[in-house]
């Protein structure tokens, strides 16, 4: 009895519940009618499954963005190092790997933007093997560049698929190229004026123009030897005029108009190292100066104007300095005494121009160079006469101007077709700016000439005139 009871309870709770469900869809039939209507529709049916996969097509999107951005890089960084290796060639750095890497970082900076980083510095290996059977001294410079960079991803996506947030990218380039031997000299200004100040970006200590100059020097000259054994140095200081090497003679490289004159100046007339004593010489050398058998002796040993180096000023070739030039040296030992020469004087920059010539034509390399280094235009370029038969009460002054003549009677020209490329770096000053010479124009031409503010732009420059017309070949990297 009890379990019929029971059985009927149950069976009321049951249709109850039936009842109830029924209500319920009875309510909801319209959202089960919209549902049972989207589904019948066909267009509408394929928006779930977009929306499902959706997220899937940015994630590919995303990837193929940054894979391809990765593919694109990596050839823009094969380029680079390409162009990279020839540049170093051309420039021919041998071990200066500061300067090599700084090149190298310039070139993946302009292919690539600032959108990558440096993830270890460019190595780069320098092999050198000589090659004695050709006419002129060669060597073998080979240049093999090594870099990896940092590429950051475009989308975090890509971060959470490599669990990276850059791509790393590696490339490798190389070349090769005959670096012929050379002579250079380096006609270098002496004059007072090398003991200013000489800004060093990279250094707080302020140096001399003249200590700078000897430091960046020493620097080229040794990259200039492991280059090519071959090649040769020389040194042609001058301050207003230059001397012997023996330190004995004022030994001006200008063809005088007499032979053997003797130019007196008592002392009872003019006292020595007075500012009348020093005019009187520069007049009398002015003076006495055959341009035009000056420039057609350039490269000669025909008799030039010498002088006792006891008779001449202060001011005067180098008489305040222990300066003296040296000839073309194959060793850089050679060279060690210049660290310990000293400027003095005023300055005339033709006088170092022509000893340079001179020096540079005993050279047995085909390629020379010569590179002038000055601070400023020359001083001074007018001179008092100092005379008892003038009797007027106002100065007489004549014009000291044995650069300019020697510039406008074909110098420049004829060390060219003689001797070999010339170059002018103005250290601390703009020549072009003073009308008495524009180096620029006048002598050497714009792409041979340089200026620099401080010391990076002045081995920049030296390093510059250095580079060799012809640059190198890209070779396979193995």
């Known amino acids: 009895m009890t379990n019929v009871i029971n059985n009927h309870i149950g069976s009321i709770i049951y249709a109850k519940k039936e ?6 869809l009875e309510k909801n039939k319209p959202l089960l009618n919209t549902i049972l209507m989207f589904l019948e529709n066909k267009k509408g049916g394929i928006i779930i499954p977009f929306f499902i996969s959706l997220p899937f097509f940015i994630a590919i999107i995303m990837l193929l963005f940054d894979f391809t951005q990765l593919i694109n890089n990596k050839i823009k960084l094969s380029d680079a190092l390409e162009q990279g290796a020839l540049a170093l060639t051309a420039e ?8 090599n890497n700084e090149l190298i970082s310039a070139y993946i900076n302009f292919y690539l933007g600032h959108r990558h980083q440096l993830t270890q510095y460019n190595n780069i290996t320098v092999n050198y093997q000589q090659n004695p059977d050709r006419l002129y001294h060669t060597q073998l410079s080979q240049y093999h560049i090594d870099a ?12 959470l698929l490599i669990d990276h947030d850059n791509f790393i990218i590696g490339g490798s380039a190389a070349a090769i190229k005959d670096v012929p031997a050379m002579d250079v000299v380096f006609v ?40 090519n054994k071959d090649s040769t140095i020389s040194f042609s200081p001058f301050s207003w005029g230059t001397k012997s090497a023996d330190n004995k003679k004022c030994s001006l490289h200008f063809m005088p108009k007499e032979k053997n004159k003797i130019y007196p100046i008592p002392s009872n007339e003019i006292e020595r190292n007075t500012e009348a004593h020093q005019e009187k ?62 400027e003095g004087g005023s300055t005339l920059v033709s006088s170092g121009i022509m000893q340079g010539a001179d020096l540079l034509m005993d050279g047995v390399n085909h390629n020379k160079l010569m590179i002038i280094l000055s601070d400023g235009h020359d001083y001074p370029t007018t ?21 300019r003549q020697l510039v406008q009677h074909g110098m420049c020209k004829k060390i060219r077709e003689t001797v070999g490329r010339i170059v002018f770096i103005g250290i601390g000053y703009n020549p072009s700016a003073n009308h008495y010479i524009n180096w620029a ?23 510059s005139a250095l580079v060799s017309d012809k640059v190198g070949t890209n070779t396979p990297v193995n």
């Open 148 to 159: 990896n960079i940092e590429q950051p991803t475009l989308f975090p996506f890509t971060s």
């Open 441 to 463: 124009e006048d002598c050497v031409d714009t792409e041979n000439f340089y200026l620099a503010m401080n010391t990076k732009e002045l081995e920049d420059s030296i390093r």
């Open 383 to 403: 001179a008092v006469v100092h005379d008892k038969t003038i009797t007027s009460a106002k100065e007489v002054r004549v014009n000291v101007d044995i650069s």
């Open 188 to 227: 270098t200004d002496f004059s007072g004026s090398m003991e200013g100040d000489f800004h060093n970006p990279d250094d707080p200590e302020v140096l001399s123009k003249l200590d700078e100059l000897k430091r960046i020097f020493f620097k080229i000259a040794d990259d200039i030897y492991t280059a």
């Open 92 to 99: 021919n750095n041998a071990k200066n790997d500061t300067r």
């Open 281 to 342: 010489y520069m007049i009398a050398i002015t003076e006495n100066i055959d341009y035009l058998a000056t420039i057609e002796n350039i490269g000669t040993n025909n008799e030039k104007i010498v002088i006792p180096l006891d008779h001449v000023h202060d001011e005067l070739c180098l008489y305040s300095s222990n300066a003296y030039p040296i000839s073309l040296a194959k060793d850089i030992d050679d060279l060690n005494v210049i660290k310990t020469m000293n």
């Open 19 to 24: 009842i109830l469900l029924l209500n319920r």
